[in-house]
């Protein structure tokens, strides 16, 4: 069974930086699709930034290009979102999501393409 398990979550001033990582068991880490979306308060999750390995395709959101840089360290079977500048509108829960296989550049970041997801960390970024 895939399990995904995040941290790096937390309380930071605006133009501070986090970085969150996501640890993945149970699967072929190099088989993933995998990254970050976000959820805010009574809004659907969208998607902030996603790799797949298979293919290289990388995806950033416009809001965070620039901002935020997506890594991943195979070894450890585990995802990184370094985020930087951070804003109070970045403020939301951070989730890790992923799926079996590449998955092209048109739908990385549609939420109901991905099969497993992690129980999400809060970031607050204070103004």
């Known amino acids: 069974e895939v399990e995904l398990v995040e941290s790096g979550g937390g309380l930071v001033q605006a133009g501070g930086s986090l970085r969150l990582s996501c640890t993945a068991s149970g699967v072929s880490f190099d088989d993933l699709t995998i990254g970050w979306f976000r959820q805010f308060p009574g809004k659907e999750r969208e998607g902030v930034s996603i790799?797949?390995?298979?293919?290289?395709?990388?995806y950033y959101a416009d809001s965070v290009k620039g901002r935020f840089t997506i890594s991943r360290d195979g070894a450890k079977k585990t995802v990184f979102l370094q985020m930087n500048s951070l804003k109070p509108e970045d403020t939301a829960v951070y989730y890790c999501?992923?799926?079996?296989?590449?998955?092209?550049?048109?739908?990385?970041?549609?939420?109901?393409?991905?099969?497993?997801w992690g129980q999400g960390t809060q970031v607050t970024v204070s103004s």
């Open positions: 999501a992923a799926d079996m296989g590449p998955i092209s550049q048109a739908i990385i970041a549609f939420e109901e393409i991905y099969d497993y």
């Open positions: 790799i797949s390995h298979e293919n290289g395709v990388t």
